[in-house]
């Protein structure tokens, strides 16, 4: 049985999953949830929800060099390829819960992150599928929306979207917020991409321990969204701040972040800069924010994060 959130021993999923798990919440994806999903599958229309390689360059935390791809041949009739500084989450991109540790309790269900125990690859070996739902926020709040900036997504705006839309959850569904983010990211010549870095905002989920709730309670088994980070940045005001906090010396500072009680422990599967913008168009042309949605990260072992090579089929 589905524990509520606030039964939850210290905020933390690690007893329910059991002391072996390696999945997190794409546990929820139960072959009879999969099997009835398969059933949304109505007109057969396919959406590729991966950017291109090398889209979101220059990166906007600076932090993840363009990918290079070369192709060379042995004889007339040949062509291979290889990659050189193929960041695995320079692009669309699927988090692994090796990706970020909670402070005072460590990664998730407290195995090592200098070992392969919680990479990308015990996702890949099965692939993820099942109940896809769509959530618009861009097209929900209207013209007065900026996707530039800092706007919250808390649980009753959650709440008020789905209901707009005529969404319901039924456990197990895999939650795609659309914010316009990436878009107009990609959208911009060279020079716009670089004058956006210096005041970098998105809009994404609340840093509160209600949005926690909200995402365990409706047992999402993954969130994804076509921003960064999936959750506000930066953050505003947080539930998860602690008196030891410290900026790192290097990189991003995850102090306050959702990402760490969502990943590190309610091990839940995290996507950031997909591409929700045609599968927005056609949900909202009829009406139906539900769909089959597949993922198949790279089987790469211990892999830190993926490309999602995600694909809703309508």
């Not at 878009?183 to 509160?208: M, V």
């Amino acid at each position: 049985m589905h524990p509520r959130f606030d039964d939850l021993p210290d905020s933390s999923a690690w007893s329910f999953f059991g002391p072996d798990d390696r999945r997190g919440t794409i546990n929820f994806l139960t072959p009879a949830r999969v099997a009835a999903a398969a059933g949304l599958i109505r007109t057969g229309e396919r959406f590729g929800l991966d950017h291109p390689v090398n889209a979101f360059e220059p990166y906007p935390t600076g932090t993840r060099p363009p990918t290079r791809h070369h192709v060379f041949q042995n004889n007339e009739f040949h062509r291979d390829d290889w990659l050189d500084s193929f960041y695995l989450q320079s692009t669309s991109q699927l988090d692994s819960l090796r990706h970020i540790g909670q402070p005072g309790h460590g990664f998730y269900n407290g195995q090592s992150p200098d070992t392969d125990a919680l990479g990308i690859h015990h996702w890949a070996g099965t692939g993820i599928a099942g109940r896809g739902v769509l959530l618009d926020v861009a097209r929900h709040l209207g013209a007065t929306y900026d996707c530039e900036t800092t706007v919250v997504l808390d649980a009753p705006l959650l709440d008020e979207i789905a209901a707009a839309q005529g969404v319901t959850f039924g456990g197990g569904d895999m939650l795609l917020l659309r914010t316009g983010w990436a878009g107009n990211y990609i959208a911009k010549d060279p020079a716009g991409r670089a004058e956006f870095n210096q005041r970098n905002r998105s809009p994404g989920l609340a840093q509160r321990t209600a949005t926690l709730r909200w995402l365990w309670d409706h047992e999402i088994a993954l969130v994804a969204s076509d921003t960064p980070a999936v959750e506000a940045d930066p953050v505003i005001d947080s539930d998860f701040r602690g008196p030891d906090d410290r900026p790192p010396p290097r990189g991003v500072d995850h102090a306050g972040m959702l990402h760490r009680p969502l990943i590190a422990l309610l091990g839940m599967a995290m996507g950031e800069l997909w591409k929700l913008d045609e599968l927005a168009e056609a949900c909202a042309a009829d009406g139906r924010w539900d769909f089959f949605l597949t993922v198949k990260p790279l089987h790469l072992v211990g892999g830190v994060g993926s490309p999602p090579n995600a694909m809703a089929i309508r």
